[in-house]
């Protein structure tokens, strides 16, 4: 509580209305709207080239742009769909068909691919097809669990896979045709195995020049590992050996609730990687705005109050709040602080040691020729007062020792 003597008014208070507030806060407004504009701006800059899981429109490490710059440059021309019957409208003899996710797709869509490969002429490239994908997609194969290895030989003598070499098709699907595990059963051509199953598996159809590859694994096309081992060289190969590549990412319409379930996602995966290090951005700039507001935190200051307050006032306030809380320890010690000071200045006993009884009240005796120490003792340092009367009557008391002392 602020208190202040009688005497002249002081100057009027600056008018705290809603002008003033603006006033005050128009700086962290202006402040937070740049920060805010900048971080939406950014993140809709990065985002654009972030599409998600092997988009080849996506620069991030998951996504698969690299190999689809590459097969432009060789004059491929790369197209991205979304739905079944836009895949299958799409194929023909002169097209590459890539299936990014086999196991999403409903039975109708499933339906519609295979429709496709059988009578497309072209070739289609299965990725990484699971127990949900491959019975409808490549009846007669059999998927003969995970591949453990991440790269592996060709051992086959498929010419793409044998000018590739080495290879990450591992960490994936292994397959076989359920006539053998050799390299050339029933007209497949079956190449990087592993374990004795292959990891890449190359099937003949019905129509003349066309043929299926299942591809176990989609590490080859991953912008993070296309430059690793024959990665490129394969991807480019399978992907790049018909003048049209048209690359089917299945949208939500297409796919089997059921498969979609099994992949659900957490909300921040949902997050693109743009807004991520947006919202990074506004968490650090408003932990920096909250250290610059901080350092005007230090010791109290004075300040001159809007009217004057008359001493008498202010200690009648101060008084009801201390009755009003029962508080008669912390009144009893306000009177005998307040008492010790002044009494101390009387009696020639330093500011510092104005609170030690051993310097305070032998002074106080010497201007009494009684030299009652021990009632001094009780009076200036003694226990709190029982009840109102007792605190009453100690303020009495401390009043009586300062006149006497002031007389003596």
């Not at 740049?34 to 950014?42: D, G, K, R, S």
């Not at 080495?166 to 050339?184: E, K, L």
Request: with cysteine.
């Amino acid at each position: 509580m602020l208190l202040a003597p009688d005497g002249p008014k002081a100057p009027k208070a600056p008018r705290r209305g809603p002008a003033g507030v603006w006033g005050r806060a128009r700086g962290i407004a202006v402040a937070l709207a740049v920060l805010l504009a900048a971080a939406i701006t950014m993140a809709a800059l990065n985002s654009g080239a972030h599409h998600g899981y092997l988009d080849p429109r996506s620069a991030d490490p998951y996504g698969s742009r690299a190999v689809a710059e590459l097969l432009k440059a060789r004059g491929v021309t790369v197209r991205v769909v979304t739905t079944a019957r836009e895949a299958a409208d799409a194929a023909g003899p002169d097209a590459t068909l890539l299936v990014t996710d086999p196991d999403l797709l409903g039975e109708s869509q499933r339906r519609t691919i295979r429709s496709a490969i059988d009578l497309s002429g072209g070739r289609t490239v299965l990725l990484a097809p699971g127990p949900a994908g491959l019975p409808d997609l490549a009846p007669g194969t059999q998927l003969r669990g995970d591949a453990p290895e991440d790269n592996l030989d060709p051992a086959c003598t498929l010419p793409a896979a044998t000018s590739a070499g080495r290879a990450g098709t591992g960490d994936g699907y292994r397959y076989s045709t359920g006539t053998g595990t050799g390299t050339n059963t029933g007209g497949a051509t079956a190449c990087y195995p592993s374990h004795g199953y292959p990891t890449l598996l190359v099937l003949p159809t019905g129509t003349t020049g066309g043929d299926t590859v299942l591809l176990g694994s989609e590490t080859i096309l991953l912008n993070r590992s296309l430059a690793k081992e024959g990665n490129a060289s394969l991807a480019l190969q399978l992907l790049g050996s018909r003048p049209d590549l048209v690359w089917y990412m299945p949208s939500l319409s297409d796919t089997d609730p059921d498969a979609a379930g099994r992949q659900d996602k957490t909300f921040l995966e949902l997050i693109p990687d743009g807004w991520n290090w947006a919202l990074l951005q506004l968490f650090t700039a408003a932990a920096l705005a909250a250290l610059w507001r901080a350092r005007r935190l230090g010791p109290l200051v004075t300040e001159r109050l809007p009217v004057a307050i008359r001493a008498s006032e202010a200690t009648e306030g101060r008084a009801r709040l201390y009755r009003k809380a029962g508080a008669r320890d912390r009144a009893a010690t306000v009177l005998r602080a307040a008492t010790r000071e002044r009494l101390a200045a009387l009696v020639g006993v330093p500011a510092a040691q104005a609170h030690d009884p051993a310097a305070l009240v032998p002074a106080v005796s010497a201007r009494f020729p009684d030299g009652t120490r021990e009632n001094l003792t009780a009076l200036l340092f003694g226990t709190t007062p029982a009840d109102d009367a007792a605190l009453v009557a100690l303020a009495d008391h401390l009043d009586a020792l300062e006149r006497e002392v002031r007389t003596s």
